[in-house]
């Protein structure tokens, strides 16, 4: 069974810093790669999605994909308080997609 | 309009209760999908229809019960339910099954809780 690991968190940040978001899978052979913000008491919604190994920017976040070390990663640079949410990793599967349990992200001004 | 709707937002129901969640999506989508989600754990999937076909259920309880009239409506009908089923339940879509490109539209969530 595909497994998506990630720590819950709180991952505390001051505004403006950069928050780390970490994520690692179990099966080798997935592919596809998301991540997902959750405010809340609100549904999940994608913010990134990575296919290739490397790094994919769009604004102030990072989506970082090491498929040999089965790591992805999400940065945000210049973090506001807006941004304190659930953040949640998703990787491929057959028909749909497998989550992980999410890391709360909190970001004092 | 929002994309995905859902309805009631909150619903408590005894065990012996039958009752319904409804979803709604104006996205033109081809597949929909249950989920559950419950405090400290991963969005668990439970129903996946495409093109109104069930194409996958992944070993949730016969007290929960899926339907998919057409292509833009979703319903789970409970029944018997029990209190470690409280949570919250997601609806969502996808433009196709196989979701490549990660693009789930969730609802707001129906948030139920079971005495």
């Known amino acids: 069974q595909k497994e998506v690991e990630q720590n819950s968190g709180p991952l505390s940040v001051p505004e403006g810093a950069i928050a780390s978001l970490n994520c690692t899978y179990s099966?080798?052979?997935?592919?596809?790669f998301f991540w997902y913000r959750q405010y809340s008491g609100k549904s999940p919604e994608l913010i990134m999605f990575?296919?290739?190994?490397g790094d994919k920017e769009d604004g102030r976040f990072t989506a970082q994909l090491n498929k040999a070390s089965q790591y992805v990663s999400l940065l945000i640079r210049d973090s506001q308080p807006s941004d304190s949410a659930t953040y949640l990793c998703?990787?491929?599967?057959?028909?749909?997609?497998?989550f992980g349990k999410g890391t709360m992200l909190l970001v004092s001004p | 309009e929002t994309g995905v709707t859902q309805t009631p937002r909150h619903l408590v129901m005894g065990m012996t209760n039958k009752k319904s969640l409804k979803c709604e999506q104006h996205?033109?989508?081809?597949?929909m999908y249950w989920y559950k989600q419950s405090a400290k754990k991963p969005l668990e999937l439970m129903f996946v229809?495409?093109?109104?076909?069930?194409?996958e259920n992944n070993s949730v309880p016969s007290r929960f019960s899926p339907e998919c009239p057409n292509s833009s409506h979703l319903f789970l009908h409970l029944h018997t339910l029990q209190p470690e089923d409280s949570a919250l339940y997601l609806c969502?879509?996808?433009?196709?099954?196989?979701?490549?490109?990660?693009?789930?539209?969730f609802g707001e969530g129906s948030r139920l809780t079971v005495l």
């Open positions: 996205l033109g989508h081809n597949a």
């Open positions: 229809y495409s093109l109104e076909e069930r194409v």
């Open positions: 998703a990787v491929d599967g057959y028909s749909t997609l497998t």
């Open positions: 099966d080798r052979g997935s592919q596809s």
């Open positions: 969502a879509s996808s433009q196709d099954r196989l979701a490549t490109t990660g693009e789930l539209f």
């Open positions: 990575i296919y290739s190994n």
